[in-house]
């Protein structure tokens, strides 16, 4: 096993004790704050999960950056919930004490509020990033008129197409000879033997007047 390989066995060993640990005090403090039996376990999985969600998001990198924001708090303030509650849970079991009323009043508001958490979360994470306006000012862009259109359009020169001869000169650079000549250009052949013969006198032509300087 490679150190990596070790790292992240020890890594899962020590998540899977921490998740239970802290699972059974939080629900131990649900009973002690009144909550049925068949419902305290709920406790720590709401405490958990939204953890586990605002971490996703806060780490991930993929959602917006308030989104990330919020979800790092979210993270945050509910591991330190997690903490103070496991700590909370078991001091008062430890020493045999009810807990006060205002701790019951805080551990009742845990699952709403973190419904609500994570809800604003979902919506933080469903908006659509919002892009810096661009300044069209008539300063800065003077060549568009009223309608965004280039004030020099009606003055622009027409884009030509190639002409045959273009055409012709740069297949007969490539070295295509009389009859394929013809059939790219869809002429006859014997116009596709005038346009080579006209090619090669501008070429002897070209080193004429290269020799001649």
């Known amino acids: 096993m ?8 020890l890594l899962l060993i020590v998540a899977v004790a921490a998740a239970v640990l802290s699972f059974a005090a939080l629900r131990d403090l649900a009973l002690v704050c009144g ?4 419902l305290a376990w709920l406790l720590p999985v709401v405490v958990d999960a939204g953890a586990a969600a605002g971490s996703l998001v ?5 959602a917006a950056e308030p989104a990330r924001r919020f979800a790092r708090a979210l993270a945050l303030g509910l ?3 997690s903490v103070a509650a496991n700590a909370l849970g078991h001091g008062l079991e430890a ?3 009810a807990p006060p009323w205002w701790v019951v009043v805080v ?14 979360l979902a919506v933080l994470v469903g908006r659509r990033r919002v892009l810096p306006a661009v300044d069209e000012s008539p300063e800065e862009l003077p060549d568009l008129d009223g309608n965004g259109l280039s004030r020099w359009w009606a003055t622009a020169e027409p884009v030509s197409e190639p002409t ?5 000169q740069a297949l007969i ?5 009389r009859r394929r000549l013809a059939k790219e250009l869809g002429v006859t052949e014997h116009e596709a033997r005038q346009l080579l013969d006209a090619s090669r006198h501008t070429d002897n032509d070209d080193r004429f007047e290269e020799d001649a300087s």
Do not use: C, K, M, N
């Open 2 to 9: 490679t150190a990596r390989g070790g790292l992240f066995a």
């Open 35 to 38: 909550f049925a039996a068949w």
């Open 58 to 62: 806060w780490l991930g990198g993929w």
């Open 79 to 81: 591991l330190t919930l």
């Open 95 to 97: 020493y045999g004490l």
């Open 107 to 120: 551990v009742s508001a845990i699952a709403p509020a973190v419904l609500g958490a994570v809800v604003h």
């Open 164 to 168: 045959v001869t273009d055409r012709a």
């Open 173 to 177: 650079a490539g070295g295509l000879g």
